[in-house]
Structures are given as structure tokens and as C-alpha cells.
């Protein structure tokens, strides 16, 4: 249906963007892991873990994802 092409230097600015998104993920999942062991112990709550889990990984995912565009 669309017929077009993206340049080398496009293809490579979204590949840039997408490990960004990826490693601020994991880094924002692990630490976010360690927060929220150490807040469900410390509130005995085990939801918090989860919560603060995701959130942590799609903060960080977000924010080196858009730190990759200014890159580009």
C-alpha cells in the first residue's frame, strides 16, 4: 500500500533509538527490582514489587529513548 524507503541514516537513528529503549529498560527493571524487594519487605506488602518493577523499567526505557533521538 505505502511504497517507501528509508534512508541508511534513518534505519540506523531507529536502530540507535530502539537499544536505547531496550538497555534502559533493563537497567530500569533491575533497579527497580532492587527498590521494590527492599520496599515490599520493609512495608510487607508484596504488590509493591511488581509495580515498582515495571514502572522502574519503563521510566528508564523511555527517558534513554528519548536521550537516543537527541543523539541522532
Known amino acids: ?13 531507529l536502530e ?3 537499544m ?7 537497567v530500569g527493571g533491575i533497579f527497580g527490582s532492587l527498590t521494590g524487594l527492599y520496599a515490599s519487605f520493609a512495608h510487607k506488602n508484596l504488590f509493591i514489587f511488581p509495580v515498582s518493577v515495571i514502572g522502574g523499567a519503563v521510566s528508564f526505557g523511555f527517558f534513554l529513548g528519548c536521550g537516543m533521538i537527541v543523539r541522532c
Open 20 to 26: 536505547g529503549v531496550k538497555m534502559g529498560t533493563m
Open 1 to 13: 500500500m505505502f511504497d517507501f524507503t528509508l534512508s541508511h541514516r534513518t534505519k540506523a537513528c
Open 16 to 18: 540507535s533509538v530502539k
